[in-house]
T-cell receptor, first 115, second 114 residues
Framework: DAGVIQSPRHEVTEMGQEVTLRCKPI?????LFWYRQTMMRGLELLIY????????DSGMPEDRFSAKMPNASFSTLKIQPSEPRDSAVYFC?????????????FGPGTRLTVL | GNSVTQMEGPVTLSEEAFLTINCTYT??????LFWYVQYPGEGLQLLLK?????DKGSNKGFEATYRKETTSFHLEKGSVQVSDSAVYFC?????????????FGKGTHLIIQP
């Protein structure tokens, strides 16, 4: 298994543009998480899904952020419109069905820069 | 709410020195505890974990013991190498049968000099 795959790895966009980050979890996962990492706030949980259903989106900063998981193999995190303060590294992570539900496996991240 | 506090860095050591990175957590529920490592430009990798009191997690020469009495999960290594230079994150998740989001500490940047 190639592990958690995220795309793009780097994204540079201008303020006001729509940004879509993508995640392909490890096959056989049961939960998927989106985190954001910034120097000021560290790593923060944005939202997570269990069996493709959103469970807790209390970490989503505002309505400009939305996340979907249309099937077990794919999730998106969308920012519309983007702002410079959204610049961060966004990580996708998942747990594996059959393993301890505690252990999360992280993707390489998407580094977003909003100018 | 639940939180994790770890020592601030950067921590700079010479190769073969003994390492301790302190981590404490809020004493609510029965969390599982983790150490993740992030090498430059990469994502987070699980280093070790412990799921209940007195458990010891270990990997690659690193160890951490789940201490309920002191609500601590300090990371230790007897002899560090230059390749251990990275950012280390202590984290917790509330165990209970279902998956939940991790709560991370701020991270400790470790620099090992040859």
């Amino acid at each position: 298994d190639a592990g958690v795959i995220q795309s793009p790895r780097h994204e540079v966009t201008e303020m006001g543009q729509e940004v879509t980050l993508r995640c392909k979890p490890i096959s056989g996962h049961n939960s998927l998480f989106w985190y954001r990492q910034t120097m000021m706030r560290g790593l923060e949980l944005l939202i997570y899904f269990n069996n493709n259903v959103p469970i807790d989106d209390s970490g989503m900063p505002e309505d400009r952020f939305s996340a979907k998981m249309p099937n077990a193999s794919f999730s998106t995190l969308k920012i519309q419109p983007s702002e410079p303060r959204d610049s961060a590294v966004y990580f996708c992570a998942n747990t594996l069905a059959g393993e301890s539900t505690d252990t999360q496996y992280f993707g390489p991240g998407t580094r977003l820069t909003v100018l | 709410g639940n939180s994790v506090t770890q020592m601030e860095g950067p921590v700079t050591l010479s190769e073969e020195a003994f390492l301790t990175i302190n981590c404490t957590y809020t004493a609510t529920g029965y969390p599982s505890l983790f150490w993740y490592v992030q090498y430059p430009g990469e994502g987070l990798q699980l280093l070790l974990k412990a799921t209940k009191a007195d458990d010891k997690g270990s990997n690659k020469g690193f160890e951490a013991t789940y201490r309920k009495e002191t609500t601590s999960f300090h990371l230790e290594k007897g002899s560090v190498q230059v390749s251990d230079s990275a950012v280390y994150f202590c984290a917790r998740v509330d165990s209970g049968g279902g998956a939940d989001g991790l709560t991370f500490g701020k991270g400790t940047h470790l620099i090992i000099q040859p």
